[in-house]
């Protein structure tokens, strides 16, 4: 498998995701301060879930870095993994027009679980395929559990109060993203 391919390939959906949610986002109805307040949602779903492609984004581009070869499982794997994070934007635009209603929340927080889930088995095949890889902390079960127990959290309160899901999300990636980038700023 040519790894130079699949990582183009993998940037550029990631980058049209990006992209994609932010466009999700409307102009206010009025020119004032409430006009923006009412896209609170809008925002903080866009933040939350351009963070956490942000974040897979960096942690991807260093494990394949690191590979010498990409096995038919990564690839496919990476094909799955792909495949979730290309739903992101979508539930992101729901729950940023409907915070207050269960399916929106419950569809986020499952997607984003199984995205979690499969780059881990992705990360996991690579490491498998490459064993002089040594795993760093994003590839680590005790960095990622965190993120595991928080979506289930956040699956679980979709259930009783919708608009706390999309905050629990947000506290869990920024609990991920602050020791993920300065644990690994120095070792590139």
Avoid: C
Avoid at 78 to 85: A, Q, R, T
């Amino acid at each position: 498998m040519n790894k130079s391919r699949l990582e183009s390939f993998t940037d550029e959906i990631i980058a049209i995701a990006a992209t994609i949610m932010v466009l999700e986002i409307r102009v206010p109805n009025n020119v004032s301060l409430s006009g923006l307040t009412h896209l609170w949602s809008a925002f903080l779903s866009y933040m939350v879930s351009f963070t956490l492609i942000y974040m897979v984004w960096y942690s991807h581009h260093r494990i394949f870095a690191k590979a010498k070869m990409i096995s038919n499982n990564a690839y496919a794997l990476n094909g799955v993994w792909i495949f979730f994070m290309t739903l992101t934007p979508f539930t992101t635009a729901w729950i940023g027009e409907f915070p207050n209603s269960t399916l929106p929340e419950i569809t986020y927080s499952v997607i984003l679980l199984l995205w979690s889930i499969t780059y881990q088995m992705l990360n996991r095949q690579i490491r498998k395929d490459n064993p002089e890889i040594k795993k760093d902390l994003t590839h680590s079960l005790r960095f990622r559990l965190p993120l595991y127990g928080g979506m289930l959290a956040a699956l679980i309160v979709s259930f009783l109060i919708p608009v706390l899901t999309l905050i629990i999300i947000a506290l869990t990636t920024i609990s991920l993203a602050i020791p993920m980038l300065w644990r690994n700023k120095n070792s590139a």
